[in-house]
């Protein structure tokens, strides 16, 4: 039991900084992308019944949004895999 709880004890204490930075980028990325589209619609009222043209927009700011946050994610999926990676190294060494 032993040999498999320090193995996934290393894996995790390597992920942990991956992870966080990972939340971290998520979360600096969004303010950034708000920031920029929400410059033309603080003159608009928020209502109840947008019309039409309202929902396009707002469909496609989600839509680049989205897309823009894929090829941010490419990097930080090797960041976490960079670190299991070595957890596994130090599993191995410490077994």
Not at 42 to 56: I, M, W
Not at 59 to 88: F, H, M
Request: hydrophobic share 50%; proline share 6%.
């Amino acid at each position: 039991m032993r040999k498999l709880i320090i193995p996934a004890a290393a894996l995790l204490f390597c992920a942990t900084p991956a992870a966080a930075q990972q939340v971290q980028a998520s979360q600096d990325a969004a303010p950034l992308s708000a920031a920029q589209t929400d410059a033309p619609k603080a003159a608009q009222e928020p209502s109840l019944y947008p019309s039409t043209e309202q929902v396009k927009a707002d469909v496609q700011q989600n839509e680049e949004r989205l897309g823009q946050r894929e090829q941010v994610g490419n990097r930080q999926w090797w960041y976490l895999v960079a670190a299991i990676a070595v957890g596994v190294i130090v599993a191995a060494l410490v077994l």
